[in-house]
């Protein structure tokens, strides 16, 4: 495994970090409980040391099984908490509240990291004047150690929120939506990352885009139909397949975490899965070196401009949404 600091942290953080939500969820209602678990520590074993898991993925109990018995510091845990469910928005002592559910479900006296989840632009400065300074007090009995934030990528496609938080000394580490063709985060997001020495944690880097068979065809089929890509490219075949060859990737999967992994700015590639199969060339993907120069540079100049490209919701999610409005 290869470690990298976190921002300003002081966490030394493994390059691969295993996010427990997404449509896979470590394969929660798909494989049994105990596999879960040993899911999780196949990663652990590997070298992976950042978990990343939340109120609303169900996740938190199967990550406390799964670090049982290890040194607590072994690990980084990163769990967050949504500022507004069904039940309406949280207040600071709802979030404090959540908080404290999220440490029992994990079995654990503190998180490393608490992020409010999701946070949109427009809940931002309610965040900041109500829910923050309760969380702080949080902080300060020892809970968290670092506040952070992750966006809500498919309502917030040109990072309106993150751009905000970048320039918030309060926040240490943020999360954000970058991957191969959807790379708007560099400006507003990774460069003042960097600058201000906020850790960053990379999601979507995959998501179904890269991993559904066909999605990624229609997706630039439809991208085409709207003049935002050449009408050629769409025609094509395999229009990524120009990445997979000898001295390049050695599939799209592989090429997408690469890409993620070997942005400048991008300290943690989050990916998430229900096998372990995925798990291992993950983790063997995200160590390979950066693709080739020429092939990014294609990649950069071909999607360069787009915006809020393969952003789905969870599956959970949007059927839970269909449940409800039918
Ligand atoms: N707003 C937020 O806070 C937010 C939003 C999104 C994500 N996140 C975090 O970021 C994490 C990563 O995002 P993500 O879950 O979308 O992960 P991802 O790694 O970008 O994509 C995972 C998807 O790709 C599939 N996959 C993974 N490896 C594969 C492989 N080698 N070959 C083929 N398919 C593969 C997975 O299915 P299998 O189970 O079949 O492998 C899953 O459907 C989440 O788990 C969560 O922790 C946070």
Redesign the pocket.
Known sequence: MHYTSLGKTGLKVSVAGL???????I?LG?IPEAESIALVRTAIDLGVNFI???EN?ETEPIVGKAIKGLPRDSVVIST?SLLGSGAGPKSGADMAAALDASLKKLDTDYVDIF?L??LSPNAYDRAMGEVVPALLREKEKGKFRHLAV????PRDTEHKMLERAVDEPLFDVV?L?F?MMNQNARRPVLEKARANRIGT?C??????I???PGLLATTIAALAAEGKLPPELAREKNPLGFLVHAAGAQ?I?DA??RFARHEPGIDVV??????V??LR??IA?ILRPPLPAGDVARLNKMFGHLVGVGLDL?DHVTAGKLAAKS
């Open positions: 996010g427990c939500g997404g449509n896979s969820r394969g798909r990343d898991t939340a993925y967050k992020h989840h999701g992750s966006e809500t990528g999360m939506a991957h944690l999601m979507f880097a995959v998501r179904n890269f991993s559904r599939s999967v997408a975490y989050l990916f998430g899965t229900g096998s199969d995925h060339s993950n993907s969870p």
